[in-house]
């Protein structure tokens, strides 16, 4: 018995390289790799070689790499971290993919188009599988809200609400494809596939976009983003939120990590005079308390609360290694990767064209 089932040591290992050791690898996702004893990396790569060096050392490797294609050749592996520019990702991850390695690569899978196709193409040519990493779905507070809509109490979603208002981005494509990719995936993955879209935009200085954007989903939901770049990196409160409502129902989550849900309230009784048959609400109600899940980060060294466990990090990571070492598609992957740029771009050309876009017109 394992006080943690997380870090249960397993003879099953998956042989990875690592491609890519800057700030966010080295910070987060090296960090999350290093706690899985489902991984065994036996190669690191980077055209820097002393972040390279760092990350063969931290790994117990005697060399690091600094050619892709000279480790792909001379390393023996089964599966390749890709953790790189989102410029560059879907360039690496297709020529690990026809090397013969499956794939988990940082989000966003790619910013344009003719990159995620040419690595889909590659994917079905060699019968590899590919993960990427929307980790928001696996962290505790964004997983405890798909976990109440999916309840029996929740009823039929009819809202989503999503904000996210950073720092500085040096463009809006870099705010839409790569800032707010996550929020367009959360939103399929809690209520579903997206019709149609309508979106404005407004740059209040030079670095400082906001768009705002309107949403039919196939269900017949409706949802709003608001995306914006007039925020703070340092700041760490009020950057992001997202908000769903079902009947009588909300749930919600502040900077993805407080997690909130308001159940229905208790029916105490309908009035006498008959007025609850009409079109209202007209019942007597008793309010049910809140109920919010909030983290304990006062103990840092505990797995549980670290920042690349609570953001979902490492069990995003763990959810890619098993589906490979089980022969299973990864639970979030390539089309995961495709849908959330397709929804960027229909709000790019929704603002360039003043008009709703259906996502089917993004090929």
């Known amino acids: 018995m394992f006080l943690f089932p997380e870090l249960e040591i397993t003879e099953k290992k998956l042989r990875a390289v690592l491609v890519g050791c800057g700030e966010q690898a080295t910070c987060l996702m090296h960090d999350a790799i290093s706690y899985n004893g489902e991984i065994e990396v036996v190669g690191v790569c980077d055209m820097n070689k002393d972040r390279a060096d760092f990350a063969a050392k931290r790994f117990g490797l005697d060399r690091s790499w600094q050619d892709l294609d000279e480790m792909l050749a001379k390393v023996e592996a089964d599966a390749a971290f890709v953790i790189m520019v989102p410029k560059l990702a879907p360039i690496l991850a297709k020529k690990c993919v026809e090397a013969g390695l499956h794939v988990y690569t940082e989000k966003p899978l790619g910013t344009e188009l003719a990159d995620i196709y040419a690595l889909g193409e590659a994917l079905e040519k060699t019968g590899k599988k590919l993960g990427v990493s929307f980790n928001k779905r696996f962290g505790l507070a964004y997983s405890g809200m798909k976990n109440a809509i999916d309840s029996d109490i929740f009823g039929k979603p009819g809202v989503f609400n999503a904000r996210f208002i950073g720092g500085y981005r040096s463009s809006p494509t870099d705010l839409l494809r790569v800032g707010s990719c996550h929020f367009f995936d959360l939103a399929r993955y809690m209520i579903g596939e997206i019709d149609e879209i309508f979106a404005y935009k407004f ?128 639970p979030v992957g390539y089309n995961d990767g495709l849908m959330a740029l397709k929804i960027a771009l229909a709000i790019e050309k929704s603002v360039a064209e003043k008009r709703a876009v259906k996502i089917s017109e993004i090929v």
């Open 203 to 330: 740059e209040q200085a030079p670095g400082q976009h906001i768009f705002s954007a309107t949403a039919q989903f196939e269900n017949g939901c409706v949802g709003s983003f608001t995306m914006g770049s007039t925020g703070s990196w340092a700041c760490g409160y009020g950057m992001e939120a997202v908000e769903v409502r079902g009947d009588r129902n909300m749930v919600s989550a502040d900077n993805g990590r407080d997690f909130m849900w308001q159940k229905p309230s208790r029916i105490m009784n309908l009035y006498k005079d008959g007025a609850s048959a009409q079109n209202t609400q007209a019942v007597a109600e008793e309010a049910v308390p809140v109920e919010i899940l909030r983290n304990n980060y006062s103990n840092p060294g505990k797995v549980t609360e670290s920042t690349f466990f609570i953001n979902g990090n490492f069990q995003a990571i763990r959810a890619f290694v098993k589906a490979i070492l089980n022969g299973e598609e990864p």
